[in-house]
């Protein structure tokens, strides 16, 4: 239980796991302290692309789903988030993206829950930027030919410009394409 905060302990876990074959890692996120410590044992308390990010490091073949709210969180940083973390896996990566009802949540942002339609429309319109975004670059883009001084051909390097009613993004993201076929999606249709 004291364990809950080290991160070494977290990298031990993932290292068991890979050794004794389990496909993957899935990590919640609660974005709220919704326990009494006095009595009770912590959620996971810590940002899960963080710790996941320092299983990437650790381990070779895991593969590493962690849980985003669609309802408090920009399209463009859960899109560069997440890239990052599949470039950092070498295409390990997957967002389990969901829709957020939690008020003691909500107010951690400095929001309210949205009505339930409109959590699902902003939950299509971040889908359909973030998934823009890991394609603004197409796949040869990235030429890394560091003597000639050409790293990137800019015209296979794309903005988005996408303007939804509740989210929008320009992009391009400044993170080239994974070597593997990289990030899956698996949107939740719960209202939880």
Not at 7 to 21: L, P, T
Not at 55 to 70: D, K, N, Q
Not at 86 to 92: E, L, Q
Request: charged share 20%; net charge neutral; with cysteine.
């Amino acid at each position: 239980m004291s364990a809950y905060t080290d991160m070494d302990q977290f990298v031990r876990y993932a290292q068991a796991a890979e050794r004794g074959r389990i496909q993957l890692l899935f990590f919640a996120d609660t974005p709220v302290l919704d326990v009494d410590l006095e009595d009770q044992a912590p959620h996971f308390p810590l940002d899960p692309l963080i710790v996941m990010t320092s299983i990437a490091r650790a381990t070779e073949r895991i593969g590493l789903v962690a849980t985003a709210s669609t309802t408090f969180n920009e399209p463009y940083n859960l899109a560069r988030q997440f890239k990052a973390l599949d470039v950092i896996s070498h295409g390990r990566a997957s967002w389990n993206a969901v829709i957020t009802s939690d008020p003691a949540a909500a107010a951690n942002f400095g929001r309210r829950v949205p009505a339930r339609e409109e959590k699902y429309e902003r939950a299509h319109e971040v889908v359909q930027i973030v998934q823009a975004l890991w394609g603004s670059w197409e796949k040869d883009a990235w030429i890394r030919d560091v003597p000639g001084r050409r790293f990137a051909g800019m015209d296979k390097i794309q903005p988005v410009t996408l303007q939804g009613h509740h989210v929008a993004a320009r992009g391009p993201l400044p993170i080239p394409p994974c070597r593997q076929t990289c990030l899956t999606l698996r949107l939740w249709p719960s209202d939880g």
